[in-house]
Nanobody, 124 residues
């Protein structure tokens, strides 16, 4: 098990940028594939971006070219840089850890470790 704490959400105008951070507990962070999901009101939780333990990245089509996921294993942190934000990006964003030494998980039911979420609101 790994505990995850997100930060960096907030209110931003359309076209603006935010960077989310997620700090993980423990000494095995580098072995976990990490992902970001989001959930808008009335909608299901959806995959946004993921980074494997070997630094392979994967993005939802809706955010490709605008969002960048990265990790800093020395500081047990995964980031989501969000640029050119749109009102439809408004959601609670969740950090997630998959199974150690495994692939990036893109389906919420496959995730065992979730952060508490951070709100991102993009105004038009």
């Amino acid at each position: 098990q790994v505990q995850l704490v997100e930060s960096g959400g907030g209110l931003v105008q359309a076209g603006g940028s935010l960077r989310l951070s997620c700090v993980a507990s423990g000494r095995t962070f580098s072995s976990y594939p990490m992902s970001w999901f989001r959930q808008a009101p009335g909608k299901e939780r959806e995959f946004v971006a993921g980074i494997s333990w070997t630094d392979i990245t994967n993005y939802a089509n809706s955010v490709k070219g605008r969002f960048t996921i990265s990790r800093d294993n020395a500081n047990n942190t995964v980031y989501l840089q969000m640029n050119s934000l749109k009102p439809e990006d408004t959601a609670v964003y969740y950090c997630a850890a998959g199974r150690r030494f495994s692939r990036i998980e893109t389906i919420p039911i496959s995730i065992a470790n979730w952060g508490q979420g951070t709100q991102v609101t993009v105004s038009s």
